[in-house]
């Protein structure tokens, strides 16, 4: 069983920051792209992604320094924890939460109190109609997703409480924390079946970061694609395309690549913007000697003043 702060290699006082920064440079080095012969580091890759998630939600994490869940995120009593209920996985494999059992008071208390009513037009006469059956109780799920997979809104297979499975087609405008509802897929109870709210989480990406419905990347690129500009291969979550850099970019220079991030709720996607970072070669002895001998005419910090 993996413990989230070693497998981040951060300690138990890490902070927000410290948790993030700890994850993008391990995800960077053991994402599956990068190490496709290598097993194990698929393996560690899906265990730092998993310590990341738990280290990142406040309750989940304090609930695991308190001793009352594991690593993954499960109970580590068998009946759980508290009255409000725990971390349960479900057949099939599928983890999710249940509040409260499962139930939905809301329901019960609406269906045995509100609308009742009375007969009749006086409010002190005829006959108070019965309370109708309360629904099965809901169930709650936690569906993790790709990045790329909401970016482009890439169907999601889900398995229920009852090991029956769904393909749910994320909605436009999907984000952190959006909730989704089957009606009919909880619980069985008297008056029907409850629902199954489905809570996305939307895993982290080893270089993309989301903004807004735009979509950033740092660029990496070599001092001769800067200078001379250059037609490089870019990567996008719809798959590579070919980017024009112009001839005498700067790093931080960033550009824009239309239609390639979000989807937003009226299913207009936003872009992708690429900021350019030079990236300098180590030990390369011709352009240490140019620069030896080289004089620049401007000074690069002249507007700061300095």
Known sequence: MIDPYQ???????????????????????????KNKDNPKATERFSDVTKAYDLLLDKDKRAQYDRGEIDGEGNPTSPFGYGSGG?????????????GNGGADFGDIFEGLFGGGGRSGGSPFGGHQRSAPPPKGANVAYRLKVEFISAATLQKQRITLEDGKTIDLSLPKGVEEGTQMRLSGKGRPGPGGNGDA?????INPHPFYDRDGDNIRLELPISLKEAVEGAKIKVPTVDGPVMLSIPAGSDSGKTLRLKNRGFHNKSGVRGNQLVTL??????????????????????????????
């Open 197 to 201: 709210i489905v809570t996305i989480h």
């Open 86 to 98: 725990g971390y349960q996985r479900g057949p099939g494999g599928q983890q999710h939460d249940f």
């Open 277 to 306: 970072m030079i990236t300098l070669p180590k030990k390369d002895e011709k352009l240490e000697a140019f620069v030896k001998d080289w004089a620049p005419k401007d000074n690069p910090r002249a507007s700061m003043g300095v």
């Open 7 to 33: 497998a981040l290699g951060v300690a138990k006082g890490a902070d927000e920051k410290e948790i993030k920064s700890a994850y993008r440079k391990l995800a960077k080095e053991l994402h599956p792209d």
